[in-house]
């Protein structure tokens, strides 16, 4: 298993940090470009959108060309992605086209482009760990693994831009897409075919997202996923509105909390799951009342040390909960299916950050607590469905017949 998943959990690292190198000069780009809030939040949603509708691509491409042309094209959209977007960031910057213009340009590049690219990526790895392992403690270590990879992205990405973006807002742009060139070149040279790599059709027909074991599973990790997103876009408003800060110091702040959050994630995801090797309903029911328990916190934190606790503990829940989401789905397929599995993992995903941005944002300005009681009750929907749903059964029960 480590050997197969080595190369895909590199990729997924050094991506998914030349991604987030861009996340702390993206707000003060807009207002360079003259963007108006809502349209980056239009920027980073149709990202999701685009990410979303390509995922289940990416999964039935890998059954058609395999994972070296898979992981190479997506890789090269999104090295093209991210070069197109610096380009149109240094002529927006030079006020050489209209907010329009720029606009536009920023939503074929940064949101089509290399959206649809980097969705290759996580799946990917989640289709190389579920045909690389046969036990359900092995796929859910390996799926914490490609979780716990983004999370590493999620630390080292944000601190790495704005640590440049002190010297120029461009360096993280330029940086970022000569990232995603070199490792396009790495996988080039050493990610090689399979020998047994090949076109196979699915037995059965095609995969049914609303199956009544598939469709629960996918509505809990939904419903996971989008509790994160609800408050995620919120914690600056939160810690600036709670604390009284100006913008400087809720940057600061807000850094401390994401950082302190990011470090749990990684350190639950990549040491705690694989060191418990608990099947996946069990880190399910586990993580997820943790998880609202953190949202309890948030609801009542007034300073900023119960914040940065309250995204600790979430980090806690959502690290042993989504390994468990991950995984489980890929339990009721067989090893042909992986692929088209995994595709749907990650559309999952992405279909929250295309909701819950918005949706945040809009509940936060009714009033800053509804966001905050929303993400509760997501976490209460998610623990009803892995506690209730016939799908639970069909993930405990020993696989017969895969779909």
């Known amino acids: 298993m480590r050997k197969a998943m080595t190369p895909l959990l590199v990729a997924v690292v050094v991506l998914f940090s030349a991604q987030?190198?861009?996340?702390?000069?993206?707000?003060?780009?807009?207002?360079?470009?003259?963007?108006?809030?809502?349209?980056?939040?239009?920027?980073?949603?149709?990202?999701?959108?685009?990410?979303?509708?390509?995922?289940?691509?990416?999964g039935g491409a890998l059954r058609v060309i395999g994972l070296r042309a898979v992981l190479l094209a997506g890789l090269g959209l999104a090295t093209t992605g991210l070069a197109g977007f610096a380009a149109v960031a240094a002529v927006?910057?030079?006020?050489?086209?209209?907010?329009?213009?720029?606009?536009?340009?920023?939503?074929?590049?940064?949101?089509?482009?290399?959206?649809?690219?980097?969705?290759?990526?996580?799946?990917?790895?989640?289709?190389?760990?579920?045909?690389?392992?046969?036990?359900?403690a092995d796929r859910t270590r390996a799926t914490g693994l490609?979780?716990?990879?983004?999370?590493?992205?999620?630390?080292?990405?944000?601190?790495?831009?704005?640590?440049l973006a002190v010297a120029s807002l461009l360096l993280p742009l330029?940086?970022?897409?000569?990232?995603?060139?070199?490792?396009?070149?790495?996988?080039?040279?050493?990610?090689?075919?399979?020998?047994?790599?090949?076109?196979?059709?699915?037995r059965g027909g095609s995969l049914r997202p609303w199956d009544a074991r598939l469709w629960p599973l996918f509505a809990t990790g939904f419903f996971l996923y989008l509790s994160l997103g609800l408050v995620q876009v919120i914690v600056g408003f939160l810690v600036a509105?709670?604390?009284?800060?100006?913008?400087?110091?809720?940057?600061?702040?807000?850094?401390?909390?994401?950082?302190?959050a990011g470090l749990v994630l990684v350190g639950v995801q990549g040491v705690v799951v694989p060191a418990l090797g608990w099947p996946a309903l069990r880190l399910l029911r586990t993580g997820t009342p943790i998880a609202g328990a953190a949202f309890v916190l948030l609801t009542f934190a007034q300073n900023l040390l119960l914040i940065a606790v309250a995204f600790a503990v979430l980090a806690l829940g959502l690290g042993l909960a989504i390994p468990?989401?991950?995984?489980?789905?890929?339990?009721?397929?067989?090893?042909?299916?992986?692929?088209?599995?995994?595709?749907?993992?990650?559309a999952t995903v992405g279909a929250t950050f295309i909701v819950g941005p918005l949706l945040g944002t809009a509940l936060y300005e009714i009033k800053p607590e509804?966001?905050?009681?929303?993400?509760?009750?997501?976490?209460?929907v998610a623990l009803a469905l892995v506690w209730l749903?016939?799908?639970?059964?069909?993930?405990?029960?020993?696989?017969t017949e895969p779909l």
């Not at 536009?104 to 980097?118: D, K």
Request: proline share 8%; with cysteine; net charge negative.
């Open 92 to 136: 927006g910057l030079e006020g050489e086209a209209s907010p329009a213009t720029t606009f536009t340009l920023m939503l074929v590049t940064r949101s089509l482009i290399f959206g649809a690219g980097i969705a290759a990526l996580p799946v990917a790895a989640l289709a190389v760990a579920g045909t690389a392992t046969t036990s359900e």
């Open 324 to 346: 468990g989401f991950t995984a489980a789905p890929t339990l009721l397929v067989g090893p042909e299916r992986q692929g088209a599995i995994s595709g749907l993992v990650n």
């Open 20 to 58: 987030q190198l861009l996340t702390p000069v993206l707000a003060p780009l807009s207002r360079e470009f003259r963007l108006t809030e809502t349209q980056l939040g239009v920027v980073i949603t149709t990202a999701a959108a685009a990410l979303t509708i390509a995922s289940p691509l990416w």
């Open 241 to 260: 509105d709670r604390l009284h800060l100006d913008s400087q110091a809720t940057a600061g702040a807000v850094g401390i909390a994401l950082f302190t």
């Open 389 to 399: 749903s016939p799908a639970a059964r069909h993930v405990e029960a020993p696989v």
């Open 174 to 202: 330029y940086l970022a897409p000569a990232i995603a060139a070199l490792l396009l070149l790495w996988a080039l040279v050493t990610v090689r075919p399979a020998p047994a790599e090949r076109a196979e059709r699915p």
């Open 146 to 163: 490609v979780g716990a990879a983004q999370g590493v992205s999620l630390v080292l990405g944000p601190a790495g831009g704005g640590a």
């Open 370 to 380: 509804i966001p905050i009681l929303t993400s509760l009750a997501a976490c209460v």
